[in-house]
């Protein structure tokens, strides 16, 4: 596609639900990286795959979250036992180089509300 | 651990003015710097990337500089217009991430 595809664009889960979060980059992007954004703040680093490979997962707050990109191009971030301080926006950006030395483009998000 | 801020956090101006929204970080070491824009509810928009040996890039109305030895990076609007209104966040990206700061929420009164 033209951009990076988040869905869905906003998901309410109970407290202790699983939630998954998809990704689709741009296509031929190697490098895909995902971001949480809380209300009000910039975004934190989460985790970071080349091609199939999950390079840096040292963003993740906990063993809850876990991230996937089994066949190197859509990605999927899963939340189990979603928590009040899991709610924020989920972002998702690809870049064609390794490094992202060209720059990232952003999705436009996932927000979870967590009730 | 790469610290990022952003000054000021919010800023308010008339139609048609000229302004600069300032980013600092705390480690030199970068390989580019990129400036975004958020609207509410929405994701990132790319504005402008900088690359370690530049010291700006200009489009259309925007120019950012960048002073990696002092830390520093500018975005300047020129002719600022109502469209304009949005959040803009700085990043660094020190390797295989970006680190961000809070943005500077701005407003342009028509």
């Known amino acids: 596609g033209a951009g990076v595809s988040q869905s869905p664009r906003y998901k309410v889960a109970k407290r202790g639900q699983d939630v998954a979060l998809r990704c689709d980059p741009i296509?031929?992007?190697?490098?895909l990286f995902w971001y949480q954004q809380a209300l009000g703040q910039g975004p934190e680093f989460l985790t970071y795959?080349?091609?199939?490979?999950?390079?840096?997962k040292s963003g993740l707050p906990s063993d809850r979250f876990f991230a996937e990109r089994p066949e190197g191009s859509v990605s999927t971030l899963k939340i189990q036992r979603t928590q009040q301080e899991d709610s924020a926006v989920y972002l998702c950006?690809?870049?064609?180089?390794?490094?992202?030395?060209?720059?990232?483009?952003f999705g436009s998000g996932t927000r979870l509300t967590v009730v | 651990k790469q610290e990022v801020t952003q000054i000021p956090a919010a800023l308010s101006v008339p139609e048609g003015e000229n302004l600069v929204l300032n980013c600092s970080f705390t480690?030199?070491?970068?390989?580019?710097l990129q400036w975004f824009r958020q609207d509410p509810g929405k994701g990132l928009t790319s504005l402008l990337l900088?690359?370690?040996?530049?010291r700006e890039q200009t489009s259309g109305r925007l120019n950012a500089s960048l002073d990696k030895s002092s830390g520093r990076s500018t975005l300047y609007i020129a002719a600022s217009q109502p469209g304009d209104s949005a959040t803009y966040l700085c990043?660094?990206?020190?390797?295989?991430?970006?680190?961000f700061g809070t943005g500077t929420s701005l407003t342009v009164i028509p």
């Open positions: 950006a690809s870049s064609l180089e390794l490094s992202g030395a060209v720059g990232y483009t």
């Open positions: 900088i690359q370690s040996s530049q």
């Open positions: 990043a660094v990206n020190v390797g295989n991430q970006f680190y």
């Open positions: 480690d030199s070491a970068i390989y580019n």
């Open positions: 795959f080349q091609n199939e490979a999950q390079l840096d």
């Open positions: 296509s031929g992007h190697v490098s």
